[in-house]
């Protein structure tokens, strides 16, 4: 299954590969032709695999927070937060390799009440600062337990950020809402009362690896 945000990035790559291909069949030197058909596929086959969208087996419950990316963790620590949370916090951030599954998944059932896009610069996505610096947009949810907030980050090699959700929507845990093409990270920042299930170094699942669990 590939996912809808890569339909028309995978057509101008499908088109792309075909053309080339067809020239390349038609040079004399065979180096020269093995390149422009093997590379080619190459990178399609690549881009195939990117954009795979698997399904999730999603963790049901309010008291929990999914990852809203698979990827490695960079840092789980203590943070302020006065964007959403305005208060002590805990953050854990996401790296997303370009081998990863790059679709992004609502991380806690409840109600969209914050979201703002940042244009930005292009830090190595695993850089402290990148979360500050780079292009990213940041999302808030609230529901009965609390305040979650979250970021899509491009990286040194993302450019392209893509979200589906708006202030008001009413989200779902496990829902698909957006990606990020070719590398990158996510931020997810929640109250100080709330407990990491995770450290760093471990490697997660978006819409099912439990990030964090309210436990009073």
Partial sequence: MFTK???STLGIIAISTLIIITLGLLVNNTFVKSILIIVPLIFLLFSLYFFRDPERTTP???????????????FVKDVFDNKFINGKAKQISIFMSPLDVHVNRI???????????????????????????NERAEFGIENKNGKIFFTQVAGFIARRIVFQIKV???????????????????????????????????HVKAGETILFELTN
């Fill in 5 to 7: 945000y890569g339909y």
């Fill in 60 to 74: 049901q419950g309010d008291k929990i927070v999914a990852s809203p990316a698979d990827g490695k963790v960079l």
């Fill in 107 to 133: 991380p806690i059932s409840g109600k969209v009440e914050y979201l703002k896009y940042h244009k930005g610069k292009y830090f190595a996505a695993f850089e402290d600062k990148a979360s500050e610096e």
């Fill in 168 to 202: 008001g929507d009413s989200v779902n845990i496990g829902e698909r809402f957006g990606m990020i093409k070719f590398g990158s990270r996510a931020d997810v920042v929640v109250p100080d009362n709330w407990q990491p299930k995770v450290k760093k170094g471990d």
